[in-house]
């Protein structure tokens, strides 16, 4: 069964396999002592850190070992917070951030501190120069991520480490994504990796802060990892993340074209669909990542049966989330949430197995349209007996159905003429004015109603 799901964990590496069962037998006892266990353990973790500082490009002794990548980012947001506490209590992050940052930034909000969102354009990117204005005389911390782990779009990191270092303001950069893929350019003041995103065990995170940065650790003082990290190492698990990291690297070069031509074709050949959209930036982004969004699909439903068709994909729709609201990043970007797919290749993959998922997709999207009723592509008939004005209740109907309501009744208002939609679904908010620009419609905008909004839509054609 094809497995497309690399970005939110890839297959652990042969590399660390190996590792992971070799520390287990040597890597057991207590680094801390002198006795002859606890020097063995001692030598397997110093490698492991030489070797994980070598892929990061830091020193050694600028690199903690978390028990996760979520735990990496909220020790470094906390401990440069509290550390550069007298420049101020701005943290300054992009609003296409994992939820890991957003969540330090909320509690850092909480407690009294503020944080800006730098906005991104519709491909996912910030602008390095919009980001530079966000930062202020009292920023303490910037945050940008290297690549999405939603979309794959790469991030102005060396821009933007520029206009932070002239500004004085230290940069956290989540490498989470990209760091298997090879290092994050330069200028960055923190780095937080995890290492179940490069092939590595889950539970093992990275932490690098370089010397000179103002940082003070939150929480009661620990004698491990500098006083970064608390408890136990892991230490067969480090062991195995350190030598994975520096397997994938060496293969990078290699499999990164490979899989960049494998996504290509997936790019090419998936807007051939009625009604799919592309999105993320199609140049600088990660190799193996693609992500679309189907109009008039269920994403739950359409993740089913991929699955059932041997095909593991992940989902930015809300129609696929506990929460009923999509993806941030989505809404951030301002395109289509529903029907939403991320393909994210592994390392491996063959032509084969993407050649039949292309073959496979097209019949899954009709299907899945045809169940939920959604009218055919293409603009709306014209009705002789039209109404300037209507309104559809999709009130207590979740994602896709209010934009299929829409795209049914638009042809039965004039050119000129409005639809009005009633949703209490939080995706009609990003949806309907995705599908009027994927329609060519005029979004009028949004407005107040008893229940719910009303999204006003006019009749350009």
């Known amino acids: 069964m094809p497995y497309f799901d690399a970005a939110s964990s890839a297959p652990l590496h042969p590399v660390a396999r190996q590792a992971l069962l070799a520390a287990l037998d040597e890597g057991w006892a207590d680094p801390a002592r002198l006795y002859r266990e606890g020097r063995r353990a001692r030598l397997l973790l110093d490698a492991a850190r030489e070797a994980a500082a070598e892929a990061v490009g830091c020193r050694p002794d600028e690199l903690t070992f978390t028990s996760s990548g979520t735990r990496a980012v909220h020790s470094g947001i906390s401990g440069a917070l509290a550390g550069r506490r007298r420049v101020g209590r701005h943290l300054v992050v992009s609003a296409v951030e994992h939820s890991s940052v957003l969540h330090a930034a909320a509690t850092h909000e909480a407690q009294g501190g503020t ?3 730098v906005p991104v354009d519709r491909a996912g990117a910030v602008s390095a120069a919009v980001y530079g204005e966000a930062l202020r ?3 303490a911390l910037a945050c940008l991520q290297s690549a999405n782990h ?3 779009t790469e991030q102005p990191v060396a821009e933007v480490a520029e206009l932070c270092r002239a500004s004085g303001v230290p940069l956290l950069v989540d490498a989470a994504q990209s760091l ?32 000179g940065v103002r940082f003070a650790p939150q929480g009661p003082a620990d004698e491990r990892e500098s006083g970064r990290a608390a408890g136990f190492e892991n230490i067969p698990a480090v062991v195995a993340a350190a030598s994975s990291l520096r397997a994938v690297r060496a293969e990078a070069a290699a499999e990164s074209v ?9 790019r090419a050949r998936v807007p051939e669909l009625p009604d799919v959209e592309v999105v993320g930036d199609p140049v600088r ?19 089913h049966e991929l699955d059932r068709a041997d095909f593991s994909v992940s989902s930015g729709s809300s129609c696929t989330s506990s929460t009923l609201t999509p993806s941030h990043v989505l809404r951030a970007m301002g395109v289509l949430s529903e029907g939403n797919v991320r393909v994210s290749l592994p390392a491996g993959t063959t032509a ?11 019949g899954v999207v009709s299907e899945v349209r045809e169940k939920l009723g959604a009218p055919v592509s293409g603009a709306p008939s014209p009705s002789p007996a039209a109404a300037t004005s209507l309104v559809v209740d999709s009130l207590g109907k979740r994602c896709p159905i209010p934009v299929i309501e829409l795209a049914k009744v638009i042809g039965e208002v004039p050119v000129g003429g ?19 620009v994927m329609r060519e419609q005029e979004y009028v905008g949004e407005e107040p109603a008893d229940r719910g909004s009303a999204y006003v839509v006019r009749r350009l054609s």
């Not at 200028?187 to 065990?201: E, F, I, M, N, T």
């Open 285 to 303: 982004r990660l190799p193996h990542l693609v992500t679309f969004s189907c109009l008039y699909v269920g994403g739950e439903t359409l993740l």
């Open 180 to 211: 298997g893929w090879g290092p994050v350019p330069t200028g960055w003041s923190l780095l937080a990796a995890s290492a179940h995103k490069w092939g590595g065990p889950s539970g093992v995170g990275l932490l690098a802060v370089r010397k």
């Open 258 to 266: 490979r899989l960049r031509a494998l996504v290509d074709l997936i």
């Open 137 to 139: 005389e009292d920023t």
């Open 352 to 362: 084969e197995d993407v050649d039949r998922f292309l073959r496979v997709l097209p």
């Open 150 to 152: 939603e979309v794959g």
């Open 115 to 117: 944080f800006a969102e």
């Open 418 to 436: 409005t639809v009005t939609v009633l949703s209490d679904d939080e995706a009609a908010r990003l949806d309907i004015p995705a599908w009027c």
